[in-house]
């Protein structure tokens, strides 16, 4: 056998085993289990950054948006079991956006407690033509989420954020970058 046809089949076998790890990962990650294992880390993440307790009724991942959704989402605080709990929202979404692999990664942690610090705190439940903010605007969706990325600018390191975006529904919502 030459070196050639020895190349060929090496490269062959190597083509023919990442296709084959390639459709078992796309299956892996599109499979029941996944999302189940998906949902049970996600709960144990929330409470653990919380220390209430959590449920997600369901998490879907569309993969041509890169948007993930938990839905029936609720946090349950130290309320009485016959009070509304801390929070509670019929879907929450998650739209990704792969930047690059070189650069720095998020400190997640410190954006949860931004997240609640800034803004779950702030304006869970509450009336926000009240809020400061809104003193000078009428608190619509849209100022809402300028709002939002104007409170959390600040608290991400410089250039990071890049964009918040807050939903009424799946086909209304509004997006504030930093370009405009």
Do not use: Y
Not at 73 to 86: A, N, R, S, Y
Request: glycine content about 6%.
């Amino acid at each position: 056998m030459t070196r050639g046809r020895l190349a060929w089949i090496v490269a062959g076998s190597a083509a023919a085993l990442l296709a084959t790890f390639a459709v078992t990962g796309v299956l892996v990650l599109r499979s029941d289990w996944f999302r189940e294992r998906v949902r049970r880390k996600l709960v144990a993440a929330v409470e653990t950054a919380t220390g209430g307790r959590v449920e997600v009724g369901s998490v879907t991942f569309d993969w041509s948006r890169l948007r993930a959704a938990a839905g029936s989402f609720t946090i349950h605080g130290t309320e009485p079991p016959d009070k509304p709990p801390l929070f509670h929202a019929a879907s929450v979404a998650l739209d990704l956006k792969i930047v690059s692999i070189f650069k720095r990664k998020v400190d997640l942690a410190a954006l949860d407690e931004a997240v609640c610090e800034r803004v779950m705190h702030r304006f869970d439940h509450a009336n926000l033509n009240l809020d400061p903010l809104f003193a000078d605007r009428v608190p619509t969706t849209e100022n809402l989420c300028r709002a939002i990325f104007e409170l959390l600018r600040d608290k991400v390191p410089a250039g990071e954020l890049e964009q918040v975006r807050v939903e009424e529904t799946e086909n209304n919502f509004f997006e504030c970058s930093a370009k405009g």
